[in-house]
């Protein structure tokens, strides 16, 4: 196959789509906007910088806020040459502790050329930390030995040094300390000798005069004239759990005499908006933090933000004006996910390109949401453990032979089968009917209840959206924890399955039961 360039890609500007891109101007979050200006303003007006928790369900725009404000202070800042801010930027999602939080912000800096002469500071003896076996508190050694290193002094001061060296310069420097110096010095090597006191030998007295030097000719701001900040912002929080070291040492380090250097800062982001309740005591009294929740963005917020970004990602007339409504509506659905809508328009787009027009149509955009859906219902089926496989397994072989609604004493025997069978062990019933109600939770069963007076309360339960065969491949893709089998499919299931046959002999079920066995 060779590769041409689609002639009528609806596209004009994809990156606008993507998940790290921030909006020249952010929709519909005025009143979190300016919450989160108050905590940066502390930075602008040199003062003690102030801590946050952000909280919102995912897609209300929590991220984005925070980088745009960043931006913007940014920007500020540099109309003010005595304030110096350092933004570190940790989602946390892949992570499950603060001691890989930690090690993960340590390496961001130490695997960077930019910031070499952290290794020359911190004298670790290796390149990046391992992953695992360092012991905690050496860990958060070296993490609060790099943070106190994130300066103006060894920044912005140093990259000046190196940058503007060159051969006047050296004339200028070698006339001020009245000796010559080595023709292959580079400016990292002076920068390094001044600042360092490595390399390159140079006296006390010497250093001191090449940096009034530079004072001087370059109006540089001299390192104590300027105070240093040092943002930790940890995206996803809640993914570190409840044992929260770095929550707790990162606002305290200054006082407990981790870093003096800097002024330290948390801002933490959640979507769980349990999780201040679940941290620990200590971290809240440490944090002082100030509180921004993010509610979900209603219908027309959402068309607003979607118009917004596919007036820049598509051509002009390259998507229906029934699209992004549509969009809108699904994302909508999704508890005001923006997110979700902008992946739809970024599937949609990549679907309507395969057309001849290439125009995004509404079906573009249904035909994106049936596939979201499915790969999130294949996720969450597939996370599920054990026994809550084979307790969805009892409910789809019922569902086959139209048993469903089915009650939970009516299933509870099925699912016993299939768990000794192929698990050497089951779970009572009253465990069963907690992982019924979990299911139900997350849209696999349809819960369905079926009181009809006095000693006949319960519930009934379906499959709700699960396709057959999504279910045939988990199954048959799972390496049991217990017991002898190679998979979790019941035998009784399969045969019930390949059962479910059409007038040509091949039913859809059987065309996934056989594309399971292929993989």
Same mark, same amino acid.
Request: glycine share 6%; aromatic share 8%.
């Given at each position: ?18 998940e ?6 952010v ?35 929590k ?31 892949s ?15 130490l ?14 003896g ?20 790099? *943070?106190?290193?994130?300066?103006y002094r060894?920044?912005t ?17 070698e ?29 006390a007295?010497?250093?001191?005069q ?6 001087e000719?370059?109006?540089l701001?001299p ?13 996803e ?6 044992r929260?070291?770095? *929550? ?16 330290p ?30 509610k979900?963005? $209603?219908?027309?917020?959402l ?13 002009d007339?390259?998507?229906?004006e ?26 949609a ?25 499915? $790969? ?24 086959l ?16 089968r299939?768990?000794?069978? *192929? ?9 069963v009917a907690?992982?019924?109600?979990e ?6 069963? $349809?819960?369905?209840d079926?009181y ?10 379906a ?10 491949q ?8 217990s ?29 996934? *039961? ?6």
């Amino acid at each position: 196959m060779t590769f041409t360039r689609t002639e009528e890609s609806p596209f004009a500007n994809s990156e606008v789509l993507a998940e790290d891109y921030i909006p020249e101007r952010v929709l519909g979050r005025d009143d979190e906007l300016d919450e989160i200006s108050e905590v940066f303003q502390q930075i602008v007006d040199n003062e003690q910088p102030v801590n946050a928790f952000i909280y919102g369900i995912s897609g209300t725009g929590k991220t984005v806020s925070v980088k745009f404000k960043q931006q913007q202070l940014e920007t500020a800042l540099q109309q003010y040459n005595d304030v110096h801010a350092t933004f570190i930027y940790q989602n946390c999602e892949s992570l499950s502790s603060s001691y890989q939080a930690a090690i993960a912000i340590a390496n961001e800096f130490l695997s960077d050329p930019a910031y070499d002469y952290l290794h020359r500071q911190l004298e670790i003896g290796r390149e990046t930390l391992p992953g695992s076996g360092l012991p905690k508190e050496r860990v958060y050694d070296i993490v609060f030995e790099t *943070l106190d290193r994130l300066t103006y002094r060894n920044t912005t001061y140093r990259h000046t040094i190196k940058e503007q060296y060159d051969e006047t310069v050296k004339s200028n420097i070698e006339a001020t300390i009245g000796r010559e110096l080595p023709s292959r010095l580079s400016g990292e090597d002076i920068a390094t000798s001044v600042l360092d006191d490595a390399g390159y030998s140079l006296s006390a007295r010497e250093r001191e005069q090449i940096v009034d030097l530079f004072h001087e000719e370059y109006d540089l701001q001299p390192p104590d004239a300027v105070t240093d900040y040092v943002t930790v912002i940890l995206d996803e929080v809640d993914r570190i759990g409840t044992r929260d070291e770095l *929550l707790y040492e990162i606002p305290r380090s200054r006082n407990t005499g981790r870093v003096e250097n800097i002024l330290p800062s948390v801002i933490g982001i959640s979507n769980d908006i349990g999780y201040k309740e679940s941290i620990q005591s200590k971290t809240d009294s440490s944090l002082r933090l100030k509180e921004i929740t993010f509610k979900k963005y $209603d219908a027309s917020q959402l068309r607003e933000i979607l118009s917004q970004r596919a007036s820049k990602a598509f051509k002009d007339g390259m998507i229906d004006e029934e699209a992004i409504p549509l969009a809108a509506a699904f994302a909508r659905k999704q508890g005001g996910d923006a997110r979700y809508g902008i992946d739809l328009l970024q599937k949609a787009g990549m679907k309507a390109k395969k057309d001849e027009e290439g125009t995004v149509l509404p079906e573009h955009v249904r035909s994106a949401h049936e596939e979201k859906e499915r $790969d999130r219902v294949y996720e969450v089926t597939d996370d599920l453990s054990d026994q809550e496989k084979l307790v969805l397994a009892a409910i789809m072989y019922h569902d086959l032979r139209d048993e469903t609604p089915i009650s939970r004493a009516d299933l509870y025997p099925t699912y016993k089968r299939f768990s000794g069978s *192929l698990l050497n062990n089951s779970n009572v019933p009253r465990r069963v009917a907690d992982y019924l109600k979990e299911m139900s939770q997350l849209g696999l069963v $349809d819960r369905q209840d079926a009181y009809k007076g006095p000693g006949e309360s319960g519930f009934k339960y379906a499959l709700e959206k699960v396709e057959y065969n999504m279910i045939i491949q988990i199954l048959g893709d799972t390496n049991p924890t217990s017991g002898n089998a190679d998979n979790l499919l019941p035998v009784e299931l399969v045969d019930t399955f390949d059962s479910q046959g059409t007038e040509d002999g091949t039913s859809p079920q059987q065309a996934g *039961l056989d594309s399971w066995e292929r993989s």
